[in-house]
């Protein structure tokens, strides 16, 4: 179906889902219909043959090699040892250190900055884990479950922000994720009447968890061509695959002449046993139509408002809006939403769960849903999710929140599963154990933990290694998949060899091995 097709029945859409907002006679599944995660049986796969021994070591970062903007210096008061090391270009920093076997080691770096700063602490290469600094005295990040190898190790920064200062970084003897990070999560959905094929889903998503990880992969918009290039090449499709509304936004400015085919090939591969992911690159609603912050003049602290626009009727929210009481751009969001919201009925309609992943990467601020701060976007990720759980009863979605930040977590009763985006450089395939332990706290462990975008795949034996089980992993489209648009795999980012591994191991699970829901 053509997109301007879809935009014509809009109003008669938005209508008929106005007109029964709190009308209908929602039921709540019964609890015996559900098939419990009890239900899957999933043997845990261990990882032998560590032998630790005793190691503590502390690094001064101005003994370090130092060129190209990393320069040692003593003038901010509070620093170990001589001195530390101004850094405003990361290619400049490097140090050595001597590691006496192959096991997890505990890594403390000190740390400073003026302002809000990120950057990559890499060991060989390979990223270890972000230094996130703020304003204000020297700090220590720790980081544990770090695996190193036995011999020369070599430290550098890698892709950030730069300019901070680094005092120290510590090294110890640690361990490996602790099996506890993988219990304890919520039992049930964050929505009571979420239908009974969302909850199995949910369910069994609850079972792996722990144990397996799901393959998955982003798609371009409208086309198979990166699904029907992994089944090309390694005779498998993945288990998930991630979808985007980025053409469906009604104030797109693409005059309606793109179809707007990603939600019936989400059908089609919902009805072929995979499980569905949903994001939405939203151009903005009014004022430009661009999702960049700095392409566009819509600004979301202009639409936040204290009425409770979630369960009103569109009509009643336009009123507001000419009587001056809200702005164009809180009608306009709203808006937005609904139209989105029929595009999720219609997934309902033919019985597809969604993982509704909206509002990603807000802390970065590159978006203008997140370009406002926080406080502006845990409001618009719960209008959204009020709208569309609460007023369009819309039962099939998972709510998965990507926000790359615990200061902007909404709370738990908004979210289902945790989400973030991590990009190693081509042909790292590292696991992220740290990163996940992180991740595990901003929900205070009771949400489940995934990987929604990747530049990689992460590597089964270093996920069983470091007990970094991903809920799934979902490498990003175009050039980190495939050869220039075409359904060929390429290796520009993951070795030919590192896809097969991936694909035919038993931690990982594709869409020929889910059962049916």
């Known amino acids: 179906m053509q997109l301007h097709k879809i935009i014509a029945l809009l109003p008669a859409v938005v209508i008929l889902l106005t007109s029964c907002g709190f009308s209908s006679s929602r039921k709540l599944v019964d609890p015996e219909d559900v098939i419990p995660a009890e239900s899957y049986s999933f043997e845990k796969l261990t990882f032998d043959g560590i032998k630790e021994k005793d190691f503590s070591c502390l690094l001064e970062a101005e ?34 250190v001597e590691i006496p076997s192959d096991q997890f080691y505990m890594i403390t770096v000190r740390h400073r900055a003026d302002a809000h700063k990120e ?18 005295d020297w700090v220590e990040s720790t980081v544990d479950g770090v695996f190193l190898e036995k011999g020369t190790n070599t430290i550098t920064l890698g892709s950030g922000w730069s300019w901070f200062s680094l005092d120290s970084i510590k090294i110890e003897n640690g361990s490996s994720l602790s099996d506890d990070l993988y219990t304890g999560m919520a039992e049930t959905l964050s929505n009571k009447y979420a239908n009974l094929k969302t909850q199995n889903i949910y369910q069994y ?30 005779g498998k499709y993945p288990a998930v695959r ?6 469906d936004s009604p104030n797109m400015g693409f005059k309606n002449d793109r179809p707007a085919k990603d939600y019936d090939l989400a059908i089609e591969w919902s009805k072929d046993g995979g499980l569905v992911v949903y994001d939405w690159h939203w151009h903005s609603p009014c004022n430009g139509n661009d999702f960049n912050t700095d392409k566009t003049s819509f600004r979301l602290s202009n639409a936040v408002t204290d009425k409770d626009l979630a369960h009103m009727s569109l009509k009643e929210i336009k009123k507001l809006y000419k009587s001056g009481e809200i702005t164009e751009e809180a009608y306009k969001l709203v808006s937005d939403i609904d139209y989105i919201s029929s595009l999720m009925q219609k997934l309902e309609d ?13 802390s970065g601020g590159w978006f203008w849903w997140g370009g406002s701060g926080a406080e502006a976007y845990k409001w618009l990720w719960k209008l959204m999710y009020e ?29 289902d599963i945790a989400a973030i985006d991590i990009y190693n450089a081509a042909h790292d395939y590292g696991a992220s154990p740290a990163m996940l332990s992180d991740m595990h706290g901003w929900t205070d462990g009771v949400k489940m933990v995934t990987m929604s975008e990747c530049a990689t795949m992460p590597d089964p034996d270093l996920i069983v290694r470091d007990n970094a089980y991903w809920l799934w992993f979902a490498v990003w489209n175009w050039d980190f998949i495939v050869k220039n648009g075409t359904p060929e795999l390429s290796d520009a980012f993951i070795d030919y060899y590192m896809m097969e591994k991936v694909y035919n191991s038993e931690v990982i699970i594709t869409r020929d091995e889910l059962p049916k829901f």
């Open 63 to 96: 003994d370090g090699n130092l060129s190209n903007g990393a320069t040692a210096k003593a003038s901010t008061k509070g620093y170990s040892g001589e001195g530390y090391v101004d850094v405003s270009d990361n290619s400049g920093f490097k140090m050595t």
């Open 119 to 136: 950057n990559e602490l890499r060991f060989n290469g390979k990223k270890v884990f972000d230094i996130y600094s703020e304003a204000g």
């Open 205 to 234: 998503l609850r079972a792996i968890y722990g144990k397996r990880v799901l393959a998955g992969q982003c798609t371009d918009y409208g086309n198979n061509t990166e699904t029907d290039a992994l089944y090309k090449g390694l």
């Open 242 to 247: 991630t979808f985007d509304f980025i053409f």
């Open 350 to 362: 033919n019985n597809v769960t969604v993982l509704w992943r909206p509002l990603h990467e807000a």
């Open 387 to 415: 709208r569309m759980t609460d007023y369009f009863e819309l039962d099939n979605l998972i709510w998965v929140w990507n926000a790359q930040s615990g200061e902007w977590y909404p709370g738990d009763e908004y979210v």
